[in-house]
């Protein structure tokens, strides 16, 4: 289950549904200047699709307000590096959730899970303008945390929607509480801290 | 990364085929990690580790609440602590379903008289919240007036704002809490309470402050200051032992410790507790702890003039023992309200 190619890096993104996971990925690679990714979508199943969008094309057809727009694996590459060894690949995946009605979904999710001891680092996006209660993550994302950190790769927690009230407060507030974490606000939207996130990774993925 | 894919295949067909939910499987998928990199993965039956299944929360109920359940009486008490559990259980259950949810506990007035279990309850609590993740740590610092309040300006706020550092995590027991209301209003007390105030907001969630004390000083002390009330919206009641309850209090004491109490021993206690009540040194439970460890000493006394004790006069405390041999029983007098 996990793509043996020697020495490229996965960048896992992993999260709860709709919390923006697909519009980052889409930023990094703009950011990465990869303008026209390839994107490879994997459905639960193992159909797979690709296509090279632009990437006005890829936002309004691949994000979208509605949960579970993704379904399945989805790949692009970052455009930094030419090098095989310095080729980064984001793996954008569909939402993790308790409340699951649909067995495609579930599927979904179940390649989701599987991926998580592929990935080379992971990047758990969540919404920072959703219900954080007490410097807490709710629990589906704390488990989310936990199992990967227990991976022992890179771990970055990226509190998205930094543009909507009350998100940068609860952002800190959990950095506070929190200084072990490698935690980045971000907009998506507004492409917002996108750089400083790719500096990041780029640096993460520095082959040793 | 090491992890041998086929050792958590078994996880995602489970979760695939729902028959586990994504928080379990979440978990597992970590236990698997953590064994495969050759550490130990933690307890199985840990509260994050599954779905709340209504036999999980009857297992988890039995072992969480055990020592709660083991204490004499104390009825009214246990039904509070009860309702506290069903309300971590629905949180956690809404949480599971992505409802709003509050996981936090409140700050707690403990009420009653001297020996009735306040602080032994406290420190149980602060086990059982550890048990259930309400608090990471549990344990319990105990403070009075005098840990709290200092002799110059600042030194107040100072000592307070320590003592609440102390206790992050855990629970802080403010014994005879109206104490700091005592000295009027120029008085550092009052620094104390603010500081104390300000301290639970600040550090919502990470601590428990249980304040304890007298029935009467207590609901005083909350009706003088307004917004004390609903900053301590859980107020548990410590009514006095009956004279069973002491006496099955005194059977434990006795237990505990390979002794056992004669029937003529269980008789002169009771005639003891009821003259003991009457008077305003009455310690409830530490009285009886202090009748049952003079009697103890005195039993020893008794004992090295046998000349060959058997095991059971080894273990036997007699009506004797217990009336301490006369009139001026080592127990009366300051020795039952002595803390231990
Ligand atoms: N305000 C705001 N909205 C954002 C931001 N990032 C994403 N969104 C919106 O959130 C919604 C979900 O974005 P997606 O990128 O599709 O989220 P996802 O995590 O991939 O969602 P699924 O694939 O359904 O799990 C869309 O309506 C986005 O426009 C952000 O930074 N700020
Ligand atoms: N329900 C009980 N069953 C058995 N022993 C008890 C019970 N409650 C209290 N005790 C024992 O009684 C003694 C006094 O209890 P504790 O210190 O908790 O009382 P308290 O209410 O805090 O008293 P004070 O207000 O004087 O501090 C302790 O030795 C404790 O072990
Ligand atoms: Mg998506
Ligand atoms: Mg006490």
């Known amino acids: ?208 | 990364m090491a992890v041998r894919t086929d050792s958590i295949r078994p996880i995602i067909n489970e979760f695939e085929s729902n028959r586990i939910g994504m928080h379990s499987a979440l978990t597992k998928l970590q236990g698997a990690i953590v064994r495969n990199q050759g550490g130990s993965a933690g307890s199985e039956t840990s509260l994050e580790d599954a779905y709340l299944t209504p036999e999980r929360i009857r297992a988890l109920r039995a072992e969480v609440l055990r020592p709660l359940d083991d204490l004499v009486g104390l009825s009214g008490v246990k039904s509070v602590i009860e309702s506290i559990f069903a309300h971590v259980m629905v949180q956690r259950m809404r949480e599971d379903v992505n409802l709003i949810y509050d996981r936090t506990v409140d700050h707690m007035a403990f009420t009653g008289n001297p020996g009735t279990g306040k602080t032994t309850v406290a420190r149980m609590l602060g086990q059982i919240f550890a048990n259930l993740h309400i608090l990471t740590s549990g344990h319990v610092v105990e403070v009075e007036r005098a840990d709290l309040v200092g002799e110059y300006v600042g030194h107040t706020a100072q000592k307070t704002r320590a003592a609440l550092q102390k206790a992050l995590g855990g629970i802080l027991f403010v014994d005879e809490a109206y104490a700091l209301a005592r000295g009027g209003e120029r008085d550092f007390g009052r620094e104390a309470i603010d500081t104390l105030v300000k301290g639970m907001e600040d550090h919502r969630g990470e601590l428990i402050v249980v304040i304890a004390g007298y029935e009467r000083e207590m609901q005083h002390f909350l009706s003088l200051n307004p917004g004390m009330h609903s900053r301590f919206p859980i107020h548990v009641h410590f009514a006095d032992f009956t004279d069973i309850e002491l006496t099955e209090i005194a059977y434990r004491i006795a237990k505990d410790r390979d002794y056992k109490l004669t029937p003529s021993a269980v008789q002169a206690l009771r005639r003891m507790l009821a003259k003991e009540r009457t008077m305003s040194t009455f310690g409830n439970a530490r009285t009886v702890r202090n009748i049952m460890e003079a009697a103890m000493r005195d039993q020893a006394a008794r004992v090295i003039n046998l000349e060959y004790p058997t095991r059971d006069d080894l273990m036997k405390v007699e009506a004797v023992d217990v009336f301490g041999g006369g009139e001026s029983a080592p127990w009366s007098g300051s020795g039952s309200t002595q803390r231990w």
């Open chain 1, 1 to 208: 289950m996990c793509l043996e190619v020697a020495r490229v890096h996965h960048g896992l993104v992993v999260g709860q549904p709709n919390v923006g996971k697909t519009l980052l990925c889409l930023r990094l690679a703009q950011a990465s200047s990869n303008l026209v990714p390839l994107i490879i979508h994997e459905s639960p199943s193992g159909g797979i699709v690709e296509r090279r969008l632009h990437l006005k094309d890829a936002i309004s057809t691949l994000v979208s307000a509605k949960p579970h727009t993704t379904v399945g694996i989805q790949t692009l590459a970052l455009g930094f590096g030419v090098k095989v060894s310095e080729r980064f690949l984001l793996d954008d995946t569909t939402g993790l959730t308790p409340d699951i009605e649909d067995q495609m979904v579930r599927s979904g999710m179940a390649r989701t899970l599987e991926r998580i001891v592929c990935a080379t680092v992971i990047l758990h996006v969540v919404d920072a303008s959703a219900g954080l209660a007490r410097n807490q993550l709710n629990r589906t994302d704390e488990l989310i945390r936990s199992v990967s950190m227990a991976t022992k790769v890179p771990y970055f927690l990226i509190f998205n929607k930094l543009d909507l009230a009350g998100a940068p407060e609860k952002a800190v507030s959990y950095r506070k509480r929190h200084r072990e974490t490698k935690i980045f606000s971000i907009s998506a939207l507004k492409d917002i801290g996108i750089e400083d996130l790719l500096d990041n990774l780029r640096r993460a993925s520095v082959v040793k």
